[in-house]
């Protein structure tokens, strides 16, 4: 298996430490990881951002969503989704999820599109992707922005094409437990020059000087004393060149990253596939799963979550992940806790999101979900673990 961490982290970690920050270099090392992301993806722009959530925000801020917008986002999800809907202030409206993808459906989008509605954001749930043809002809129909929340899907494809290159704008999380990984980071990619120079300028504090693919201010332009900075306003959202570095050679070795989960997870695979009591994500014949993790769905009303858990853990496994709460089941929206931005919010003042019967497919789904983990960069310790789960599996079948 490959490591996690290779020379190449090092070696460009140590490149931006011995520039010691000075201002003339800073940024070197951003701009080569935003044009080898671009090339991944083959995409015209890639910009980097300082987490997968600040992304999302931007990303809504350059399609010109704000107060009074509603955004079509799934419930099953990290809440993030949710929270840069929150953080533009426009109103996040769910819409249900598959029963064996986990993906949000687009029969369930196109349910709830109002005159309001003003973008989508599908997530590509745990490496796996949406349909996302049926989404871009609902968004075409009624004139709406796609933006892809990729946070958990490196390398994924739909129909043979990259998952990244299905929207208008696509995030990705460099955040620790992701595919590439620079403790924290994040990036934005898209085709649109308008949205790419609105995505920089509105998450580099909004200066004037920086273009689409300008990601620097002149000195010559700060040592000038009539020189305006800020075009708009904006958030100081940029990533650090220590994590650029970091992510720079993530990027460089991303083929190899995604193939360590995809092999552990068929290896989880072979492990349960003779569990009665589960049933693993499906992933459509168009598809490629990068299985951030390998997830599946408890079938059995007379095993508990719970037991299979601990009977895991009793034999020597690390445990598995829980699906998160839904989001509209969070506390914050529970209760309303919105940092009093609420009243700058028209649509939120009033707004209610009940515990039950909003999404009831994500509802009866997410007790039931288990993710064991793929971010094995150990072959001893995956198979210690496989080890157990195969115990869990016959002490249960
Ligand atoms: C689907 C999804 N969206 C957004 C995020 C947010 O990314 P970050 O933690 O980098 O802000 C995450 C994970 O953290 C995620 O899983």
Not at 12 to 18: H, I, P, Q
């Amino acid at each position: 298996m490959h490591p996690r961490i290779s020379n190449k982290e090092y070696e460009y970690v140590k490149e931006v430490l011995d520039q010691g920050f000075r201002t003339s270099y800073n940024g070197s090392m951003n701009k080569r990881l935003e044009a080898a992301f671009a090339e991944k993806f083959g995409t015209k722009f890639a910009i980097s951002f300082c987490n997968g959530t600040a992304t999302l925000h931007i990303a809504l801020e350059a399609a010109g969503v704000g107060a009074g917008d509603e955004v079509i986002v799934p419930p099953l999800t990290m809440s993030s989704t949710t929270l840069a809907v929150l953080h533009a202030g426009a109103t996040p409206v769910y819409a249900d999820v598959d029963p064996d993808t986990y993906q949000i459906s687009a029969k369930a989008i196109e349910k709830v599109i109002t005159p309001r509605t003003k973008a989508i954001m599908p997530v590509a749930l745990l490496g796996m992707c949406p349909d996302f043809d049926a989404i871009n002809a609902i968004a075409k129909k009624h004139n709406l922005v796609v933006i892809e929340d990729d946070a958990e899907c490196f390398l994924g494809k739909y129909k043979g094409k990259l998952v990244g290159t299905l929207g208008d704008m696509a995030s990705f999380s460099f955040q620790a437990s992701k595919h590439l990984s620079a403790g924290e980071g994040g990036m934005v990619i898209t085709d649109n020059e308008e949205y790419a120079e609105k995505l920089r300028r509105y998450s580099g504090l909004g200066y004037g000087s920086i273009g689409a693919k300008k990601g620097r201010i002149l000195k010559s332009d700060i040592q000038n004393p009539n020189y305006f900075r800020h075009a708009s306003a904006g958030w100081n959202y940029r990533i650090s060149d220590v994590c650029a570095a970091v992510a720079l050679a993530q990027t460089e070795r991303i083929e190899e990253l995604v193939e360590n989960r995809i092999e552990s997870a068929m290896k989880t695979r072979e492990v349960l596939k003779d569990a009665k009591w589960f049933k693993e994500q499906h992933t459509p014949d168009d598809c490629v799963n990068s299985y951030w993790g390998y997830a599946g769905k408890l079938i059995d009303d007379s095993i508990k979550w719970e037991d299979v858990y601990n009977k895991f853990v009793e034999n020597g496994g690390p445990g598995f992940y829980a699906a998160w709460k839904l989001s509209y089941q969070e506390p914050f929206l529970q209760q309303m806790n919105l940092m009093g931005r609420e009243k700058y919010m028209p649509l939120m003042k009033d707004m209610k999101f009940p515990m039950e019967g909003l999404c009831p497919v994500a509802e009866s789904l997410q007790p039931r979900l288990m993710l064991l983990k793929t971010n094995y960069y150990d072959a001893e310790e995956l198979n210690r673990d496989l080890e157990a789960l195969y115990k869990t599996v016959k002490y249960f079948n």
